[in-house]
């Protein structure tokens, strides 16, 4: 059955096992096969962030041909790093095409990218005024940890397909002028969940999170707030 998977599914089954097993070496290959598989199928922020984790964990264990694979899909070669030396080694994989940058929480959520969860090809100008930042399916992992992984697992069981595609409903936005984090889901039929996350993002809201049925009447669509004294994720204006 497994083989009738498409790549990133397969890739994100291996990568669970490798993190259930503790095999690094399993978790970088699997990095590289999922951000390579994302990048196919025009997914190209999540794809060139999770290969670049690739290329880190890769380059801790020694393990060359999975560094060079995931360097690969990134438009670069192991040898021409190698040749550039640390510096810009680590300039050229520390990244920031991932994510986009906006005025307002409205304007991320009118962009087209918003919608779609895939980066534009162009560049955009970082200014005074863009203070929110947007991430989108995976890349949330790069400011909330393993936590996006868990919730897009759980997301997908209850909705009945896959966390690579559940991750692809996750929009998390943060407003630096503020410091507000809303993490988006996009629930079948056009609507958007909205959990406000709180300052202090601990064990019991995130497993209260993960735990979270989204599709259930009064939470489908809502914005919800965490209420640490009931250890309850509650819909706001209620």
């Known amino acids: 059955m497994t083989a009738n ?23 970088a ?4 096969d999922l951000g390579t598989a994302l990048m196919e199928v025009g997914r190209t922020s999540e794809g060139r962030y999770l ?14 041909e ?9 438009g670069y070669s192991l040898a021409q790093l190698e040749e550039l030396g640390e510096r810009w080694r680590a300039v050229l994989l520390e990244g920031g095409d991932e994510t986009e940058y906006f005025p307002s929480l409205a304007a991320a959520r009118s962009d087209e990218s918003y919608r779609t969860g895939r980066h534009p090809d162009d560049a955009f100008r970082i200014t005074e005024s863009a203070v929110v930042v947007l991430a989108s399916g995976f890349v949330a992992v790069k400011f909330l940890g393993p936590f996006v992984e868990a919730f897009a697992t759980k997301l ?44 202090d ?38």
């Open 51 to 64: 290969c670049r984790r690739a290329v880190g964990l890769a380059e801790q264990l020694g393990e060359r």
């Open 5 to 27: 998977l498409p790549p990133a599914d397969l890739a994100a089954s291996a990568l669970a096992r490798a993190w259930a097993t503790g095999d690094r070496r399993g978790e």
């Open 66 to 74: 999975v560094e060079d694979a995931a360097l690969s899909t990134l």
């Open 29 to 32: 290959r699997a990095l590289c």
């Open 156 to 199: 997908g069981e209850r909705l009945g397909e896959s966390a690579v595609a559940a991750a692809g409903r996750l929009r998390l936005l943060w407003n630096h002028r503020d410091g507000r984090r809303d993490l988006d889901v996009l629930t079948p039929g056009s609507q958007r969940t909205t959990l406000v996350l709180p300052e």
């Open 201 to 238: 993002f601990d064990d019991a809201a995130r497993l209260g999170a993960i735990e979270l049925d989204i599709s259930a009447d009064g939470i489908r669509g809502a914005e919800l707030h965490w209420d640490a004294a009931t250890e309850t994720w509650i819909p706001a204006n209620t």
